[in-house]
């Protein structure tokens, strides 16, 4: 039997596809058009962008933004939505407004089905729950790389360890512990809900 399964890994290996932030980012941009809401400009290309000039540029706008402990804090939505707008005035990179949830060893983390999502714009209204609205918003780049300005302060409460005002750059598949997973792209789903 055990000569068998590994058998059946062997052939199937070559069979196995893995799918990237890329992947799931064109298949948020089909569920976006399915659900008949307004898609940005959606730019798509294999640079990396989050180098050295990058982080120069992007600190010179964020020292602008002081940004408190609780305008961070399960304030993905919001804040990414006002952030852009700053960066998309400031600087010249494609930030795409990305809803979605992420993936923290495994373990799904403010997910919403397609089907809640889909409920929420019918009902033009967020699904509240125990935990607030099971969604989580990051930017991501041409690049595929993600900027996430709310998720490392969100984590304090689980992390003391990681520095208040923290921002997440980097690609998602590079990072086996931690992944997003995006559902949505632009801000027309908040604005169905009448958040913004």
């Not at 070559?14 to 941009?29: G, R, S």
Request: proline share 4%; aromatic share 12%; charged share 30%.
């Amino acid at each position: 039997m055990v000569l068998f399964k590994k058998l059946i890994n062997i052939i199937f290996k070559k069979k196995q596809t893995i799918i990237t932030y890329k992947d799931e980012f064109n298949e948020a941009i089909n569920r976006t058009k399915r659900f008949k809401l307004k898609l940005p400009h959606v730019d798509m290309n294999d640079d990396i962008l989050l180098n050295e000039e990058f982080e120069d540029k992007f600190n010179k706008v964020m020292m602008k933004e002081i940004l408190q402990h609780k305008d961070v804090f399960l304030q993905c939505y919001i804040l990414n939505y006002k952030i852009k707008k700053i960066l998309d005035e400031q600087l010249d990179y494609n930030f795409m407004y990305t809803i979605g949830y992420i993936e923290l060893d495994g373990e799904p983390r403010f997910k919403s089905t397609e089907k809640d999502l889909f409920k929420m714009i019918q009902n033009s209204r967020p699904d509240y729950n125990n935990d607030g609205v099971k969604i989580h918003v990051w930017l991501t780049l041409p690049s595929m790389e993600i900027v996430d300005l709310t998720l490392p302060t969100t984590l304090q409460y689980k992390f003391p360890e990681i520095p208040d005002g923290s921002v997440l750059k980097m690609h998602t598949d590079n990072n086996h512990y931690l992944r997003y997973k995006p559902q949505l792209v632009g801000d027309d789903f908040f604005k169905k809900l009448k958040v913004f």
